[in-house]
T-cell receptor
């Protein structure tokens, strides 16, 4: 089991460009979550998705940010027209469907976005 | 709104010491609480998960306890080693599946 796979590990974008971050959940996990860790700050929840559905996007900035988890393929976090303040580590986590038992959350290694 | 606080923010101890990391949360209606380890520039590694109906969980030299009534969890590390040096994060889940993280405790174990 390869765990939660995120790519790229590092991404450099110029201001105004688009950033696309990918996340493949663990095998058997159908729930995906995105978190952002700004420099010297804690992790903040952004969005929770199931296949083809956004369940909770209460932590997503209202503009420029979007997320999807299509029926086939990885989950994508998309940031349009990036600004320097978007520079952060973006982590993806996944979990199985059931809330019972010791399901826990498994995190990926993150994508470190630098906007220059 | 759930708030999670971790103290101390940083801790430096000599190898072999037993130590306790503290985590407090404001909303006691949690579904579970999870402890993670984060190494510099790396992702999060899950250490222990405590369900709301449980009082503690143990894994090797690690023991985590949960007291919902007082809004506290502690992570106990026995016989610390230099390889334990990392940032330790606690996170609460109120059932919405949106974890609320503390800011972490940066641990340095001196050889």
């Amino acid at each position: 089991n390869a765990g939660v796979m995120q790519n790229p590990r590092h991404l450099v974008r110029r201001r105004g460009q688009e950033a696309r971050l990918r996340c493949s959940p663990m095998k058997g996990h159908s729930h995906v979550y995105w978190y952002r860790q700004l420099p010297e700050e804690g992790l903040k929840f952004m969005v929770y998705l199931q296949k083809e559905n956004i369940i909770d996007e209460s932590g997503m900035p209202k503009e420029r940010f979007s997320a999807e988890f299509p029926k086939e393929g990885p989950s994508i976090l998309r940031i349009q027209q990036v600004v320097r303040g978007d520079s952060a580590a973006y982590f993806c986590a996944s979990s199985p469907p059931s809330l019972d038992g010791n399901y826990g959350y498994t995190f990926g290694s993150g994508t470190r976005l630098t906007v220059v | 709104k759930q708030e999670v606080t971790q103290i101390p923010a940083a801790l430096s101890v000599p190898e072999g010491e037993n130590l306790v990391l503290n985590c407090s949360f404001t909303d006691s209606a949690i579904y579970n609480l999870q402890w993670f380890r984060q190494d510099p520039g790396k992702g999060l590694t899950s250490l222990l998960l405590i369900q709301s109906s449980q009082r503690e969980q143990t894994s090797g030299r690690l023991n985590a306890s949960l007291d919902k009534s007082s809004g506290r969890s502690t992570l106990y590390i026995a016989a610390s080693q230099p390889g334990d040096s990392a940032t330790y994060l606690c996170a609460s889940d109120t059932g919405r599946r949106a974890l609320t993280f503390g800011s972490g405790t940066r641990l340095q174990v001196q050889p």
